[in-house]
């Protein structure tokens, strides 16, 4: 059930972008990402909804393939604050579960 | 406004004791969830709330596991006969609505046991 994320880890400079995939066995409802810093609480980046549409607050887009169940998240012009694991969850058709993928650790370097 | 809050925010206890762990969701949030986060990995769901109806426990590791929301608001997740693969950090969270919605975590209790 758990969503499979690539890459595992990627290391980047500052300035440059990153494409993070998460893929999913199961029919989704809806896609979700979430960024986590070591010791904190997993914080909300971006909801994509079956049909296309995207709710999200950061300068952070993102694609949801329905056909394919699988989404990707776009981070362009990295900044060191974008450092942090990265994981997608994901909503069913039906039941009331709340999948995380197995997380993307994300460095931003300068 | 405030977000969610847990308590406590670390907890010892020794194989075999009993311990609760109190999650408050922000106030008005419909659903709550417990997530169980093993160092390294993604959270891993355990339970989930509408309201005071806990109407999915599929993730809760065994009958050890026991979790509540009597008025819809603060819950509470109880673990019996704690063990010492019981040690992680768990993390409630809350959204508005049900489907759809961003969840809002709170900073987790880190649970040991020892």
């Known amino acids: 059930q758990q969503p499979v994320q690539s890459p595992q880890a990627v290391i980047l400079r500052e300035g440059e972008d990153a494409v993070i995939n998460c893929s999913s066995s199961k029919a989704l409802y809806s896609v979700h990402w979430y960024r986590q810093k070591h010791g904190e609480a997993p914080v909300f980046l971006m909801i994509l909804l079956k049909g296309g549409e995207q709710k999200g607050h950061e300068k952070i887009s993102a694609s949801f393939n329905e056909k394919k169940q699988q989404s990707s998240l776009y981070l362009t012009a990295s900044q060191l604050s974008y450092s942090g694991t990265y994981f997608c969850?994901?909503?069913?058709?039906?039941?009331?579960?709340?999948?995380f993928g197995t997380g993307t650790s994300l460095t931003v370097i300068p | 406004g405030a977000g969610v809050s847990q308590s406590p925010r670390y907890k010892v206890a020794k194989r075999g004791q009993d311990v609760a762990l109190r999650c408050d969701p922000i106030s008005g949030h419909v659903s709550l969830f417990w997530y169980q986060q093993a160092l390294g990995q993604g959270p891993e769901f355990l339970t989930y709330?509408?309201?005071?109806?806990?109407?999915?426990k599929s993730g809760l590791p065994s009958d050890r596991f026991f979790a509540e929301r009597p008025e819809g608001s603060v819950s509470t997740l109880k673990i019996q006969r704690t063990q010492q693969e019981d040690s992680a950090v768990y993390l409630c969270?809350?959204?508005?609505?049900?489907?759809?919605?961003?969840?809002?975590f709170g900073d987790g209790t880190r649970l040991s046991i020892l």
């Open positions: 969270a809350s959204s508005l609505r049900p489907r759809n919605q961003p969840q809002h």
């Open positions: 709330f509408q309201n005071e109806a806990q109407l999915d």
């Open positions: 969850g994901t909503e069913m058709n039906t039941g009331n579960q709340f999948y």
